[in-house]
């Protein structure tokens, strides 16, 4: 194997893949990532067994082959290397020598064949969607997913594919965002998928919002693809908890405000606040939404802010932190909330979003008296 590529392309190959590669693991080639030579040039492959990504890099390819080599000490040197072409060759299996001005490298790699396969996912059976629509529902969901590991199954996002829409959906039991759109010409099939999002992550971090995605699901797999990158992800496995049943359908307490002052004033009393719960009191009345906290280690607060509210005067309490990411998340300068009960769940959504997409978070409130 003998290729030349531009050091700035070979840059963006390794850290469009580097992050799958695992800090730590006792299966030495998991630490490598795979190179290998095509008509075009060069594909760079990586993976930690849960998720896999390859990318293809345009490159000078003077012979054929493919050799796995060290991920994050040929990341180092690349990134350290001038900008010139790089002419990379493999010597036997095991070896590559890395040529750049006047530097020069040898590293010691593994054999291609000990690199694990890719996962089954037939690709002609996919769905197709803009990777703009995909990026909308994982943006407004997945700072939602539990990160305890006691209920495994909250720890991923529920993506729901319909014939005419889909849907997203994460919670840790305290908090649910929840987000759906309209899409035209799927397959018709329809899905119940369960994604870490960690593999979320790298489908926002590797694909722009205007290309084009084939999706398809192997037996416990899911694959995303585009003309030059491919991401594998393991789904999570178990049915989602039903979430519908949490939603409320009957708040009657309404709240419009504005979103930037409701999160200042969070803040504000999120540094008195207790460390371990972050409860604050909000009392909602006609024209004013009054915020306090107690804390008896610390201190006390009070603030108020000008709210448009319908409905009968209300005292709840809620966690400021999910509070705050939630508003975070609001893709518009208004929110509404709704309430029913100091100890039924709230929501909030955006007001005035010129979007197809409908968009609503749900928050548990927390007991004002200890």
Same mark, same amino acid.
């Given at each position: 194997?003998?290729?030349? +590529? ?8 390794? *850290? ?14 998991? *630490? @490598? !990532? ?44 690349? $990134? ?21 001005? $006047? ?11 000990? =690199?694990?396969? =890719? ?6 059976? *996919?769905?197709? !969607? &803009? ?33 005419? $829409? ?11 965002? %929840? ?7 799927? /397959? ?62 009957? @708040? ?6 504005? &979103? ?6 969070? %803040? ?11 409860? !604050?009191?909000? *009392?909602? /009345?006609?024209?004013?939404? &009054? ?24 005292? +709840?309490? =809620? @966690? ?18 709704? =309430? ?13 979003? /010129? ?16």
């Amino acid at each position: 194997m003998r290729f030349t +590529i531009a050091r700035e392309k070979l840059q963006d190959g390794l *850290s469009a893949v580097i992050a799958t590669v695992p800090a730590k693991t006792t299966l030495p080639v998991l *630490s @490598n !990532i795979l190179l290998e030579t095509n008509e075009r040039g060069i594909r760079l492959s990586g993976t930690d067994l849960d998720m896999a990504v390859s990318t293809e890099v345009i490159a000078d390819v003077e012979s054929q082959g493919a050799i796995t080599v060290p991920a994050k000490k040929l990341a180092e040197i690349v $990134r350290e290397l001038p900008s010139a072409p790089v002419k990379i060759s493999a010597v036997g299996e095991q070896k590559i020598t890395l040529e750049c001005g $006047r530097s020069r490298f040898r590293l010691l790699g593994l054999p291609r064949d000990e =690199f694990p396969t =890719f996962p089954a996912v037939k690709f002609s059976e *996919s769905w197709r !969607i &803009k990777s703009g629509e995909l990026q909308k529902l994982i943006a407004h969901t997945a700072f939602a997913v539990s990160t305890e590991e006691s209920r495994p199954i909250l720890n991923g996002v529920l993506w729901e594919l319909r014939g005419d $829409r889909m849907r997203m959906v994460a919670t840790n039991g305290h908090r649910l965002a %929840k987000i759906e759109v309209p899409v035209a010409g799927q /397959n018709g099939r329809s899905e119940d998928l369960i994604i870490p999002p960690k593999a979320l992550e790298q489908l926002r971090r590797l694909f722009p919002a205007e290309e084009d995605l084939e999706i398809a699901r192997g037996e416990n797999h899911l694959g995303f693809r585009s003309p030059l990158t491919a991401v594998f992800t393991r789904l999570i496995e178990g049915p989602y908890p039903p979430y519908e049943q949490v939603i409320p359908r009957d @708040n009657d307490r309404i709240a419009l405000a504005d &979103k930037n002052a409701l999160s200042q004033a969070l %803040k504000r009393m999120s540094v008195v606040a207790s460390d371990q719960t972050h409860r !604050i009191r909000m *009392s909602f /009345n006609a024209g004013m939404a &009054k915020f306090s906290v107690q804390t008896p280690d610390l201190g006390e607060a009070q603030d108020e802010l000008p709210v448009t509210y319908e409905g009968d005067a209300l005292d +709840i309490g =809620f @966690n400021a932190s999910y509070l705050l990411e939630i508003l975070r998340n609001m893709p518009t300068d208004e929110v509404r909330l709704t =309430f029913k009960a100091p100890e039924r769940a709230a929501t909030v959504e955006p007001v005035g979003w /010129n979007d197809p997409a409908q968009y609503m978070c749900l928050i548990m409130p927390l007991r004002l008296i200890d």
